[in-house]
Antibody, heavy 121, light 111 residues
């Protein structure tokens, strides 16, 4: 079974750093793109960016370029989403998901269970 | 303002047919990029409902169907059931953004 398991909920203060994870299993992790999607409270889905674990080729949405860092460690089948200085506006649910095709044609399947990040002083 | 435009809400009675539109532009749907649809039940992660414009993953009932024409796409749900009440999102690639985009989402209410 193809599965993505994300790290747990986090509560952080503004200005703190954070790195959340997404571990894949049941498929060739290295040769499938993995993406991150943000969902702010009560809002829709936002495509943040994707990474190809085999060579770490990374693409960001212009809205998130410079705001977050996406990385992956193919040796442990894990992708990461990282912030160096959190803001209250980063409070959201973050999902990782696999792209079983190319970035231009691919859809997200499956999705991780989501990681709730709360940033509050 | 999302690059892909969906109606904020649609509704229908059990057994009826509803459609959800997804309107894009010449840099995404109109450029020939595939459209995918997701269902998000309350409190859960999204799941793919339709991929590649009209393909259903195994396990998705054939009550759900997708189509694409010009700069738009549509998701149709026939034989509406209470369990279909959820948020629905379209997704496509946008060449001017060099990345994918989601529609703003549509809340389906089963009356």
């Amino acid at each position: 079974e193809v599965q993505l398991v994300q790290s747990g909920a986090e509560v952080k203060k503004p200005g703190e750093s954070l790195k959340i994870s997404c571990k894949g299993s049941g498929y060739s992790f290295s040769t499938n793109w993995i993406g991150w999607v943000r969902q702010m409270p009560g809002k829709g889905l936002e495509w943040m960016g994707i990474i190809y674990p085999d060579d770490s080729d990374t693409r960001y949405s212009p809205s998130f370029q410079g705001q977050v860092t996406i990385s992956a460690d193919k040796s442990i089948s894990t992708a990461y989403l990282e912030w160096s200085s959190l803001k209250a506006s980063d409070t959201a649910m973050y999902y990782c998901a696999r792209l079983p095709a190319t970035p231009a044609t691919g859809w997200f399947d499956p999705w991780g269970q989501g990681a709730l990040v709360t940033v509050s002083s | 303002q999302s690059v892909l435009t969906q109606p904020p809400s649609v509704s229908g009675a059990p057994g009826q047919r509803v459609t959800i539109s997804c309107t894009g532009s010449s840099s995404n749907i109109g450029a020939g990029y595939d459209v995918h649809w997701y269902q998000q039940l309350p409190g859960t992660a999204p799941k793919v409902l339709i991929y590649g414009n009209r393909n259903r993953p195994s396990g998705v009932p054939d009550r759900f169907s997708g189509s694409r024409s010009g700069t738009s796409a549509s998701l149709a749900i026939t034989g509406l059931q209470a369990e279909d009440e959820a948020d629905y999102y379209c997704q496509s690639y946008d060449r001017s953004l060099s990345g994918s985009v989601f529609g703003g989402g549509t809340k389906l209410t089963v009356l």
